[in-house]
């Protein structure tokens, strides 16, 4: 059973819209939690280089 790990980023509510994380198979899992059954697997690279972009596009 995947466990999943909700971002401190999402706030502290239940609702559905979480960014969450969980390592499987010797890669890193993310999802959105509305929509559970989409599973984006990345390496450590790409998770680095994916916040890396995100935090550009917020600047």
Do not use: Y
């Not at 995947?2 to 609702?15: L, M, N, P, R």
């Amino acid at each position: 059973m995947t466990e999943w790990q909700k971002s401190s980023f999402s706030g502290g509510a239940d609702g559905n819209e979480c960014v969450e994380l969980a390592h499987g198979n010797g890669t890193l899992l993310l999802r959105e939690s509305d929509q559970p059954a989409r599973i984006l697997p990345l390496s450590r690279d790409g998770l680095a280089a994916l916040l890396q972009q995100i935090r550009a596009d917020r600047t």
